[in-house]
C-alpha cells in the first residue's frame, strides 16, 4: 500500500502543478519524465499512464469532483481536488485492467475518510444514472459514454462491500487525544528600587485683588433714554406749532386773482385802479434741534440730502413764478380728484366681483362634491364584490402554501438524520489541523524570542556608543566686536552699532510721518462729520414737513364719502349665486329623500334611556359621512336634521328634509347679505382711527 501511495502522491504532486491556461499538455509530460528519471520504470510508467490520462479527460473529470464539492464534498479542503480526480480516473478508466484487489490496495493507501465519502458520491446509481451520464454527453458521444458507465453499474456490489468496510475502519480508530496548551507563567521584572520622593515646598498663596463695586449707574435709567424722550417731546411740541401756523398763515401769493373777494366801497375802488404789490417770500429758515435721530449711512445720507435740496430749490423756483404772475392748478387738481375717484370705485367693483366669484365658485364645488359622493358609493360596492373575490383567492392560495411547507418540512428533517456521522469526522479533522497548528507556532515564537535577543543587544552597543560621544568635551560661545567692521570690501559696509544707530533713525522719521498722516485724516474725518450732521438736520426738518403734509391729505380723503357700487357684474354673479344655492338646496333634499336610511336597524334604548355603545358609534360615523359627503349647508359643516345633533341617532323615515333646508339656506343668505352691509359702512366712514394714529406717532 505505501508504494502505491508513493506514485499518487507523485501524480497528485504534478496535477497541481498543471496549469490548463498557459501549460501545454505534451510539453508539460516530457518535463514530468524528466523529473521523474529517479524513479524505478515500473514506477515512472504507472505515474505517467496516470497523468498523461488525467490530462487528457480532465473536463470530465472536473465536472465529477466540482458535483462532489457542491453537494457531498462541502467540508473537505480544496488541496485534494486533484486527489479525487486521479481516484475518479482509476475509477472510470483503469479498473478492469487493474482489477479489484489491486484497485482496493489504492483506496486503503489514501485518508479512510475523504475516500469513503468520494466512493459513496461517485457510485450512486442515481447519480450515474442521471446527472453525469447526461454531462458527459455533453462532452464525448453518447455510444462512449455508455460504455463507460457499464462497467461501474457492474462493480457496483463489490464497490459497495469496500464502502462498508471503510466506514468501519474509520469508526474504530480511536479519535486523536487533545494536548493540553503550555500555560504562559508570569515573571517578575528586576526593576531597581525607586528613592523616596522629597516633600514639596508649599505654594505661596496668591492675593486676591480686591473687586471693585458695582456702579451706580447700573441701578439708575441711561441718560441716552432720558434724553431721546426729551428730544420725542420737543420735537412734537415743535411740529403742532408749526402746523397751527401754517393753517392760520396762509401765503397771500399762492391764493388765485379770481378768488378774491370783490371792491367793496371807495378804498377798494381806489386800490383797484393800482396793481397790488406782491411781496416775495423770504429764504426758508430750517430750525436745527439739539439731537438729530437719523439713522443712516453716508451714501443714504448724502443722496437723502441731495433729493432735498433739489425739492427746496423747485418749491422757490415754483413761489418765483407764482409771485410773477403764473397760473393756477385748481382745474387740473379737481379733474384729478374726480378721476381718482372714479378710479377707486372701479377697483371697489373689481374687488366685489373677485369676491362674488369666490363665493359662486364656492358654490359649484358644493354640487360637484354631491356627485362625486355618489360616484363614490357605486364605486365602494364594486370593490366589496372584487375584495370578497381576491379572499377567496387568498385562502386557497393559504392552503396550498401550507401543503407544501409540510412536505418541506419533512424531507428536511430526513435530511437532518445523517448530520452526526458528518460532524464527527469534521471534528477529528480539525483535532489534527489544531495539533499541526500548535506545534507550527511553537517553532515560529523560539525564532522570533532568539531575533528579539539580537536585536537587543545591537540597541545596548549603539547607545553606549552615543553615550561615549556625549562625555566628550567641547566649545561654547564665541566673541564678537560689535564696533569692528568685517571687511569684506562690500559698498556701505558698516559695523553691528552704526547698523542699529541708523534703524533707530529710520523708525523716528517714519514714526513722525505716521503722526501727520493721522492728523491730517482725524481733521478731513471731522470736517465729513460737521457736513454729515448738518445734511441730517436738514433731512430731519424735510421730513416733519412731510409728514404734516401727507397727514392733512389723509384727513381730505377721510373725510370724502364712498358710494354704493352699482355695477352689472356684481348684479348679474348675486344673481348667478341665489340660483346656484337654490340648486344646491334642492339637490341636498333629494339626496336625503333617496338615502337608505330606513333600512337601518333602530338603536335599542333601555329603560334608563342609554344607546348601546356600538349603536351610538355607527351613527355618529353616518352623521359624519353624511356632513363630509356635501349635505352641510353653505358649506358651514352642519350635517341634515337629525345626522349630527341626535347623538349618532339616525333620523326616522317620515321625516320631511325639505322644508328645513330651504329655511336654512334663506338663514345663511341673510347673513351674508349683513356682513355685506357692515363691509359697506365700515368703508364709508370707519377707516378712520388708522391715519390718525400714525399722526400721533409722527
Not at 413764478?321 to 372701479?346: H, I, P
Not at 373677485?354 to 360616484?375: D, I, M, P, T, Y
Not at 471731522?526 to 412731510?546: F, G, P, V, W
Request: proline share 6%; aromatic share 6%.
Amino acid at each position: 500500500m505505501a508504494y502505491y501511495g508513493k506514485c499518487l502522491e507523485a501524480v497528485i504532486e504534478h496535477l497541481d502543478k498543471f496549469m490548463p491556461k498557459s501549460d501545454n499538455p505534451e510539453q508539460f509530460l516530457e518535463a514530468a519524465a524528466t523529473s521523474l528519471q529517479a524513479l524505478s520504470p515500473r514506477k515512472q510508467g504507472f505515474v505517467l499512464e496516470v497523468l498523461s490520462g488525467c490530462l487528457e479527460y480532465r473536463k470530465l473529470l472536473t465536472v465529477v469532483v466540482d458535483a462532489f464539492y457542491a453537494q457531498d464534498g462541502r467540508l473537505c479542503l480544496r488541496a485534494d481536488h486533484s486527489r479525487f480526480k486521479v481516484i475518479c480516473y482509476l475509477a472510470t478508466f483503469l479498473l478492469e485492467e487493474l482489477g479489484f484487489q489491486l484497485f482496493c490496495d489504492i483506496i486503503k493507501s489514501q485518508p479512510v475518510d475523504k475516500m469513503c465519502k468520494f466512493l459513496r458520491f461517485f457510485f450512486n446509481p442515481l447519480h450515474l444514472c442521471s446527472w453525469v451520464q447526461d454531462e458527459w454527453s455533453l462532452i464525448y458521444e453518447p455510444a462512449h459514454v455508455k460504455k463507460w458507465i457499464d462497467p461501474l453499474m457492474r462493480w457496483q456490489p463489490e464497490v459497495q462491500a469496500l464502502i462498508s468496510h471503510l466506514e468501519g475502519v474509520s469508526a474504530s480508530q480511536p479519535s486523536p487525544l487533545k494536548t493540553k496548551a503550555k500555560v504562559t507563567e508570569p515573571k517578575e521584572f528586576n526593576l531597581t528600587a525607586p528613592k523616596p520622593r522629597t516633600i514639596p515646598a508649599p505654594e505661596p498663596v496668591p492675593v486676591v485683588a480686591k473687586p471693585r463695586p458695582v456702579p451706580q449707574s447700573t441701578y439708575q435709567t441711561p441718560k441716552e433714554q432720558q434724553q431721546l424722550e426729551t428730544v420725542k417731546s420737543y420735537n412734537r411740541r415743535k411740529a403742532e406749532e408749526l402746523l397751527l401756523r401754517a393753517n392760520v398763515e396762509e401765503l397771500r401769493c399762492a391764493m388765485p386773482r379770481s378768488c378774491r373777494e370783490p371792491a367793496q366801497g371807495s378804498k377798494q375802488q381806489l386800490r383797484l385802479q393800482f396793481p397790488p404789490r406782491i411781496r416775495k417770500t423770504p429764504k426758508l429758515t430750517f430750525y436745527r434741534p439739539d439731537n438729530v435721530l437719523v439713522k443712516l449711512n453716508t451714501t443714504a445720507i448724502l443722496r437723502e440730502g441731495a433729493l432735498y435740496q433739489r425739492q427746496v430749490e423747485q418749491e422757490l423756483q415754483r413761489v418765483d413764478k407764482l409771485v410773477d404772475g403764473a397760473g393756477d392748478f385748481s382745474e387740473f387738481l379737481e379733474w384729478q380728484k374726480k378721476m381718482l375717484a372714479k378710479d377707486r370705485e372701479e377697483q371697489l367693483a373689481a374687488g366685489e366681483c373677485r369676491r362674488l366669484q369666490g363665493k359662486l365658485s364656492h358654490e359649484e364645488a358644493v354640487l360637484a362634491r354631491q356627485s362625486l359622493v355618489q360616484e363614490n358609493k357605486q364605486r365602494t360596492e364594486q370593490q366589496k364584490e372584487q375584495m370578497a373575490k381576491l379572499m377567496l383567492q387568498h385562502a386557497e392560495r393559504r392552503l396550498r402554501e401550507d401543503r407544501s411547507r409540510k412536505e418541506l418540512v419533512e424531507q428536511v428533517i430526513e435530511g437532518q438524520k445523517n448530520v452526526k456521522a458528518a460532524q464527527a469526522k469534521l471534528v477529528k479533522g480539525r483535532q489534527q489541523t489544531v495539533q499541526e497548528v500548535i506545534e507550527a507556532s511553537r517553532g515560529l515564537l523560539q525564532r522570533r524570542a532568539q531575533e528579539a535577543q539580537e536585536e537587543q543587544r545591537h540597541h545596548c552597543e549603539l547607545i553606549s556608543q552615543l553615550r561615549a560621544l556625549e562625555t566628550q568635551p567641547t566649545r561654547k560661545g564665541k566673541l564678537v566686536d560689535l564696533t569692528q567692521i568685517p571687511g569684506y570690501g562690500l559698498e556701505g559696509e558698516m559695523s553691528i552699532v552704526e547698523l542699529r544707530e541708523r534703524l533707530a533713525l529710520l523708525k523716528e522719521n517714519q514714526r513722525r510721518e505716521e503722526e501727520e498722516k493721522r492728523d491730517q485724516i482725524i481733521q478731513s474725518k471731522r470736517t465729513k462729520s460737521q457736513e454729515l450732521q448738518d445734511t441730517l438736520e436738514q433731512i430731519s426738518l424735510c421730513r416733519a414737513a412731510m409728514a404734516r403734509s401727507a397727514a392733512l391729505r389723509w384727513e381730505e380723503k377721510k373725510k370724502a364719502p364712498a358710494a354704493p357700487t352699482q355695477d352689472e357684474r356684481v348684479q348679474q354673479l348675486r344673481r348667478r349665486i341665489s340660483e346656484r344655492a337654490a340648486e344646491r338646496c334642492k339637490q341636498a333634499a333629494l339626496l336625503h329623500v333617496s338615502a337608505p336610511r330606513a333600512a337601518r336597524p333602530k338603536p335599542r334604548v333601555s329603560p334608563s334611556g342609554w344607546k348601546e355603545p356600538g349603536q351610538q358609534k355607527a351613527g355618529s360615523g353616518w352623521g359624519w359621512r353624511a356632513s363630509r359627503a356635501g349635505t352641510s349647508i353653505a358649506g358651514r359643516g352642519y350635517a341634515a336634521a337629525g345626522a349630527g345633533g341626535g347623538g349618532g341617532v339616525p333620523a326616522r323615515a317620515d321625516a320631511s328634509p325639505g322644508p328645513q333646508a330651504q329655511l336654512e339656506a334663506q338663514h345663511w343668505l341673510e347673513q351674508e347679505r349683513s356682513r355685506e352691509r357692515r363691509l359697506r359702512a365700515q368703508q364709508r366712514g370707519g377707516l378712520g382711527p388708522g391715519p390718525a394714529r400714525r399722526l400721533e406717532a409722527a
